[in-house]
């Protein structure tokens, strides 16, 4: 079934409220890192026929695979019915000239619709900032030539960060950052929310699941929501919550299959934002949901790449947060498989690039005892 997915004026273009983001596509063999072509297909032609039209990726999404795949998957379609933007992460690579010609290759296109900072955070502000490197005015002078369509950034970063940022440069076209209903306190996602707004940059939001947690919850807080709404699905309340948001424009979800993006695509046919009422219901869901989630991890991987022992950092948490919800860890592939945290060496270098401020070290050793 296509639903009559809702659109935004964005600068001149209509961009789909829902997007597709390009972090979970589906995998081969389990490898985290290597996309199912035929899987991954299906599920960019569902979003195209759901009336999706805005993607989003970036260098190190799936160690670069997700450019490839989402360049080979759009390239059936007219370039002008789509919007596909990428970014630049400096904690991979200084070199923003390679970065950004590579990126135009790997996606098979002349030019972005799009393009980001990514991961503006208390690490990486000084870098973005420094006018030696002028990593913005190389951007600034792609967007001129046409190479770039709007540009904007990424932020993990707290609001004083943030602040600071827009404080040196506010003349982006967009926003993405991380929003859903938990981090609107959790890491205060409500004051990053306003600053945004009160510089007239249009929000775009990342983990409107937080990495899929909030799809499931755990039983106490399921059960309010339930009571509350028995036809309404679990992760029906998270859209909704960000519904409700006028300075939000789009929302970047990770689909990793067909029914994914059909069920997420039919709540935006006819958006309906949480009542009063409805929001102090999931108020208390949520509040419920915080006493044994355990560590809010969102799955990014950013902490992999630089790990020296290997470890499948995101796996173990996932494992440990499932052990402390439902009492067992059989729900999780591949665990059994992976290194055990054990293996950490507390060096602290997944510490920079954690963009949910996890202490790591401190995670793994309280994994590795409860082993």
Same mark, same amino acid.
């Given at each position: 079934m296509k639903w009559q997915m809702q659109y935004q004026d964005f600068y001149g273009k209509k961009i789909s409220c829902l997007g597709l983001g390009g972090l979970r596509f589906p995998t081969v063999d389990g490898d985290p890192n290597r996309i199912d072509r035929a899987a991954g297909q299906k599920v960019v032609d569902a979003a195209m026929q759901q009336g999706i039209n805005i993607f989003d990726t970036a260098w190190s999404y799936q160690d670069g695979d997700s450019e490839r795949f989402l360049g080979e998957a759009l390239a059936k379609y007219p370039r002008e019915s789509f919007l596909l933007g990428t970014k630049f992460y400096v904690a991979y690579s200084s070199d923003i000239e390679m970065v950004f010609e590579t990126q135009l290759k790997r996606c098979g296109v002349d030019y972005f619709d799009f393009y980001m900072l990514h991961c503006l955070d208390e690490s990486t502000i000084s870098d973005y900032m420094d006018p030696n490197k002028d990593y913005l005015g190389y951007l600034l002078r792609q967007k001129e030539a046409g190479r770039i369509g709007r540009l904007g950034f990424s932020s993990h970063a707290a609001p004083e960060t943030l602040e600071r940022f827009l404080n040196w440069y506010d003349d982006f076209d967009m926003a993405l950052i991380q929003l859903n209903y938990l981090d609107w306190n959790l890491l205060d996602g409500k004051r990053q929310y306003e600053l945004l707004t009160e510089h007239d940059i249009p929000v775009w939001v990342m983990e409107p699941m937080k990495g899929g947690?909030?799809? $499931?919850?755990? @039983?106490? +807080?399921?059960?309010? %929501?339930?009571?509350? *709404?028995?036809?309404?699905?679990?992760?029906?309340?998270?859209?909704?919550?960000?519904?409700?948001?006028?300075?939000?424009?789009?929302?970047?979800?990770?689909?990793?299959?067909?029914?994914?993006?059909?069920?997420?695509?039919?709540?935006?046919?006819?958006?309906?934002?949480?009542?009063?009422?409805?929001?102090?219901?999931?108020?208390?869901?949520?509040?419920?949901?915080?006493?044994?989630?355990?560590?809010?991890?969102?799955?990014?991987?950013?902490?992999?790449?630089?790990?020296?022992?290997?470890?499948?950092?995101?796996?173990?948490?996932?494992?440990?947060?499932?052990?402390?919800?439902?009492?067992?860890?059989?729900?999780?592939?591949?665990? $059994?498989?992976? @290194?055990? +945290?054990?293996?950490? %060496?507390?060096?602290? *270098?997944?510490?920079?690039?954690?963009?949910?401020?996890?202490?790591?070290?401190?995670?793994?050793?309280?994994?590795?005892?409860?082993?």
């Open positions: 947690s909030l799809s $499931t919850l755990n @039983k106490r +807080a399921a059960k309010i %929501l339930r009571e509350a *709404a028995p036809e309404a699905s679990l992760y029906s309340w998270g859209f909704r919550f960000l519904q409700g948001l006028s300075g939000v424009q789009t929302v970047f979800s990770g689909m990793s299959d067909v029914s994914q993006v059909i069920e997420n695509a039919a709540l935006f046919d006819a958006p309906k934002p949480l009542s009063a009422a409805e929001r102090k219901t999931l108020q208390r869901a949520a509040d419920a949901f915080l006493e044994t989630m355990g560590v809010p991890c969102s799955g990014c991987r950013y902490c992999c790449g630089i790990c020296p022992a290997g470890l499948e950092i995101p796996l173990l948490i996932k494992g440990y947060n499932e052990q402390n919800i439902t009492g067992s860890t059989w729900k999780i592939g591949m665990l $059994t498989e992976t @290194k055990g +945290a054990s293996a950490c %060496l507390s060096c602290g *270098a997944c510490l920079s690039r954690c963009p949910q401020k996890i202490d790591i070290p401190g995670v793994m050793k309280k994994i590795a005892e409860q082993q």
